[in-house]
């Protein structure tokens, strides 16, 4: 996928429950648009990708090694491969940009499972 994307066109994935993403990705980099409800957790966890985010809205409980922040809208983070790291919504509901480079394997196989190929035409 490159160029411009409509993040409306691309179906949610529920990873966890109360969390839907959209991850649409280039040769290298792998955007990651994630909407938490309140209370929802991603739980502690590592991958060998590089990972950096933006909070859009609401907060956001982080933590990232052994340190563990409040974040608000504009706060911005990167988390070393294999660092384990988690992510909660506080207070509400929560918007989050991630980016991933390289690409997720295991993400793009979720989002693969939704796009048509032409065998499937």
Known sequence: MTGF???????????IPGCKMRTPFGENLMLSYLEFEEGAEIPLHDHPHEQGGILVSGKMELQIGDE???VEPGGMYLIPPNVPHRAKAIGGPAVVLDCFSPVREDYAE?????????DDA
């Open 110 to 118: 979720m989002v693969n499972k939704y796009i048509p190929t032409k």
């Open 5 to 15: 994307i409509d993040l409306d066109s691309i179906p949610a994935i529920e990873p």
């Open 68 to 70: 563990t922040r409040q």
